[in-house]
């Protein structure tokens, strides 16, 4: 069994926590193990939606997941919002900082969106700087997701999870493994998504993460708005198998149900820590399910008033 990542210990099965669940928790204080915040929802907030992570925080550990690093990026780090972060995480006691393996803008202007790099030596001893930089100033290891993509760089020259292990290392970062981007990403690019768990080092993965996403047909774009489909829960599986237990958060950002629903959706991986699993490298075989609807970003439901 793998130890705690970074320190960091398995605080259970949680859910992303968004405006429309407010009033059920601070009602109903329901039976679920943690929360995770999007950073850039609270910042800045000093009227009822910090009020509200206040008291929530109080009774649930929570995490704090960012969507404005911009690790990848060119442009200098912006140790304004960086400083926010810092403070932010003290007030509410927040167990790690994440963001995303990618870059957000260029010039001063934010996209909105979590853009890809192309993976290869150059790129990665730049991630590698900022990363560095980034933890010496909020004094804590950085924890950072692999995205989702749909496209691929002539520039590579490396596997994604070769990227993450080497960025990882050299750095002492920790790892958020979005279970979901593995398969999403594994479909878009025609790679074997076992293979990718089989090479990343487990040892520095702190959390999980599981979501929906919408199937086109050609492709799969990461929406986060329905049911976690089979293979991903076969993928998580594995994930649990080579950990021995992680930090395991559901999310779910658009049509967004009652919170019930999203609370038994999460409970769902618990059919998937059975106390003997394989530790072997046997493949899963692969069982699309073709999901249809609008394909909005998951990025679309961050509060408009840091858009």
């Known amino acids: 069994m793998v130890e705690p990542r970074l320190g960091h210990p398995n605080l259970g099965l949680g859910i992303g926590l968004r405006t429309v669940h407010f009033p059920y928790i601070l009602e109903n204080h329901p039976a679920i193990d943690w929360f995770e915040i999007i950073s850039e929802n609270f910042i800045d907030s000093k009227g009822r939606p910090r009020d509200t992570l206040d008291k929530i925080a109080e009774r649930y550990p929570i995490v704090m997941h960012g969507v ?43 996209t ?11 790129t990665l001893e730049h991630v590698c700087n900022r ?5 010496d100033f909020l004094e804590r290891p950085l924890i950072l997701e692999n995205p ?8 590579s020259t490396m596997t994604e999870w070769e990227f993450i292990t080497e960025m990882s290392e050299s750095t002492g970062c ?33 959390q999980c993460h599981l979501a929906g996403h919408t199937n086109c047909g050609t492709h ?36 967004i149900p009652p919170f019930e629903k999203v609370h038994a959706e999460v409970l769902k991986a618990k059919d998937h820590m059975e106390d003997q699993l394989p530790k072997g490298d046997a493949v899963i075989e692969d069982d699309s399910t073709a999901q249809t609807g609008a394909v909005p970003h998951p990025l679309h439901y961050v509060s408009p008033e840091v858009q």
């Open 174 to 206: 920790g790892l958020l493994l979005d279970v979901n981007n593995v398969y999403v990403s594994s479909v878009n690019h025609d790679f074997d998504p076992h293979s990718y768990l089989r090479h990343i080092p487990f040892h520095r993965v702190v």
């Open 148 to 155: 989702s993509s749909y496209v691929t760089f002539a520039e």
């Open 112 to 122: 909105h969106d979590l853009l890809p790099l192309p993976l290869n030596e150059t």
């Open 220 to 255: 799969l774009i990461d929406t986060h708005d329905s049911e976690v489909i089979d293979p991903v829960w076969q993928l998580y599986r594995e994930v649990h198998s080579r950990t021995g237990g992680i930090s395991t958060l559901l999310e779910w950002d658009a049509q």
């Open 68 to 110: 404005s690093l911009s690790i990848g990026s060119t442009d200098p780090l912006n140790f304004n919002y960086l400083e926010k972060l810092k403070k932010l995480a003290t007030e509410i006691k927040a167990h790690w900082i994440s963001d995303h393996l990618c870059w957000t803008g260029v010039a001063g202007r934010n």
């Open 131 to 135: 990363i560095e930089m980034v933890q």
